[in-house]
Structure formats: C-alpha cells, structure tokens
C-alpha cells in the first residue's frame, strides 16, 4: 500500500501538459471564431458605407473598434470590400493561421 501514495500527484503532473495544450487549443479557437465574426461585420458595415456614399474602411474599422488596425486589412475592389481579420491567438500560437476573410458585395453599380 505505500508504493501507492503518491500515485494521485504523478498522474496529475503527467496530464498537467495535456489539459494546457487542450486549454491553448480552445483559447485558439474561440479567438479564430471572433475574427470570423469580426472580419463578417466589418465588411458588411463597409459594403453598407459604399451605398449611403459614405468611406468603407472607415466604416469597416469603425464596426471592429477593439481591433487593432495592424490586425486588420480592408481593400475595396469596386463594389466590393474585402476584410481579413489576424485574430489574438493565446500566446501568438498560428495567429496566421487562423486569419479569417470576410467578403461584402454592395451590389451592381447604377
């Protein structure tokens, strides 16, 4: 029975790591899902913004006011706005990799 004391606090050291890596993993992900919806709305507001003949990246940069801007590109391509989104990754762990892009049309020209 006395080899079997401090079982309990090896197997909780030995999957200490584990439970970090899973907790940086769901960190990333939720980070990677509010770029998606971030780089959405912004395009929207910018595609919004070429119809009432107002800026759209200004308008896009105005509906992602916590982002900062060298985390966001917007580029308008006629009647179209563009935003990519480089999300706060835990640790800057693939920030790039989880960039997300979202694309706005404003419709035809008239």
Known sequence: ??????????????LLPL????????????????ARELAGH????GAMALLQGGDPEEAAREAAPSLP???MRVRVEGRRVRVRVRPRAPLGIG????????????????
């Not at 029975?1 to 030995?14: I, L, N, P, T």
């Open 69 to 71: 801007a060298s985390r």
């Open 19 to 34: 439970l970090v890596a899973a907790a940086l993993a769901i960190a990333a992900l939720l980070a990677a899902g509010q």
């Open 95 to 110: 920030s790039s990799l989880l960039e997300a892009t979202a694309v706005a049309d404003a419709g035809p020209a008239r």
């Open 1 to 14: 029975m006395r080899c079997q004391r401090g079982q309990a606090s090896v197997e909780v050291v030995a």
């Open 42 to 45: 912004a395009a929207a507001a």
